[in-house]
């Protein structure tokens, strides 16, 4: 596994561990269909949330968050109505949020979550 995968993957493991200690709970994580993934789904038992997840190893070249753009989002709401579609969800509030993880080496690990991001 490349270096950039493994620190895709401990800030994925990172942002669902801030997520449930936020009262979330996931229900899929790394969900895929023909037009992309979702990288984690969840409850606050109100409303699906689906959180981008975006890790970086410094924060010298801006925000993990900065790189949510438009396009970004668009096809992660494209992908959400397939994943309703597939668990047979009619209709439900979701909301979008984006959790930015800085995963310095030598240096505390920074998460932010930012709720309704898009």
């Known amino acids: 596994m490349a270096a950039k ?6 800030g994925e493991d990172l942002a669902v561990e801030y997520l449930q200690h936020q009262g979330l709970v996931v229900l899929s994580r790394n969900w ?4 992309g993934e979702l990288d984690v789904v969840a409850t606050d038992s109100t409303r699906l949330v689906v959180c ?10 801006g925000e993990p968050a900065e790189a949510v753009t438009g396009k970004k989002a668009a096809r992660i709401r494209r ?10 969800v009619r209709w439900c509030e979701i909301r979008f949020d984006v959790v930015s993880v800085i995963a310095e080496p030598g240096r505390p690990v920074t998460v932010q979550h930012y709720e309704a991001a898009f």
């Open 32 to 35: 895929r269909c023909r037009d």
């Open 52 to 61: 981008e997840v975006k890790t970086r190893s410094t924060a010298w070249f």
């Open 5 to 10: 995968d493994v620190l895709g993957r401990r």
């Open 79 to 88: 992908v959400t109505q397939a994943w309703l579609a597939v668990h047979s």
